[in-house]
C-alpha cells in the first residue's frame, strides 16, 4: 500500500467535499493479492457432510490423485464427479503430516480406481495403505469396462 500524500488528500477532500484525512492507494501485489484472496479455495468444514467420510491421504497418496484427476480428460474412466475439487480444495495437516477430504462412497472408489492405476505403473504402497486405512481396493473386473471397488 501506498500513502496519499498531502496534495493527494487535498485533491480528493476536494472531489468528495469533506476533508479526507487518510488515504491509501494499492499497488499491483495488492490487487494480485485481491485477486488471489477471490479464487482461494475456501476452508473445508471440519465435520463430512451428509454422505461424506473423512479421509486422510499421506503426501505420496495426494501425489498419485493429483496425477489421476489431471488425467480426467484422457482417460476412459474418469474420476467420479466432485473428486477434482476435494483434492484440489483439501487442506493438509501438519500435525499428521495428512490431507484431509471428505469423500463420498463413489468418490472413494474413483481414488481406489486411481491408486490402482498408479499401482501397475508405480508403486503399490499408496493403494495398499488406502485399502488398509478405508477398506476400499480396486479390483478389476471382466464383466464391465468401468472401475467398481471391493471392500
Not at 467535499?17 to 493479492?33: F, I, M, N, Q, S
Not at 451428509?50 to 496425477?67: C, F, H, I, K, N
Not at 495398499?128 to 481396493?137: E, P, S, T
Amino acid at each position: 500500500m501506498e500513502t496519499a500524500g498531502r496534495e493527494t488528500r487535498a485533491e480528493l477532500s476536494a472531489w468528495e467535499g469533506r476533508p479526507v484525512r487518510w488515504a491509501v492507494r494499492l499497488l499491483a501485489t495488492g490487487h494480485d493479492l485481491l485477486a488471489y484472496a477471490g479464487v482461494r479455495p475456501a476452508p473445508m468444514s471440519l465435520e463430512p457432510g451428509p454422505g461424506e467420510r473423512l479421509v486422510e491421504l499421506a503426501p505420496s497418496q495426494m501425489t498419485a490423485l493429483r496425477v489421476f484427476v489431471g488425467l480426467a480428460g484422457e482417460l476412459k474412466s474418469p474420476p467420479a464427479t466432485g473428486l477434482a475439487e476435494q483434492v484440489r480444495t483439501a487442506p493438509y495437516d501438519r500435525g499428521t503430516r495428512r490431507w484431509q477430504l471428505h469423500l463420498t462412497q463413489e468418490q472413494m472408489e474413483s481414488a481406489a480406481y486411481g491408486f490402482w492405476l498408479h499401482r501397475l505403473t508405480g508403486s503399490a504402497a499408496e493403494a495398499n495403505r488406502f485399502g488398509r486405512d478405508f477398506g476400499v481396493l480396486y479390483a478389476p473386473g471382466s464383466e464391465k469396462d468401468s472401475p467398481a471397488a471391493i471392500s
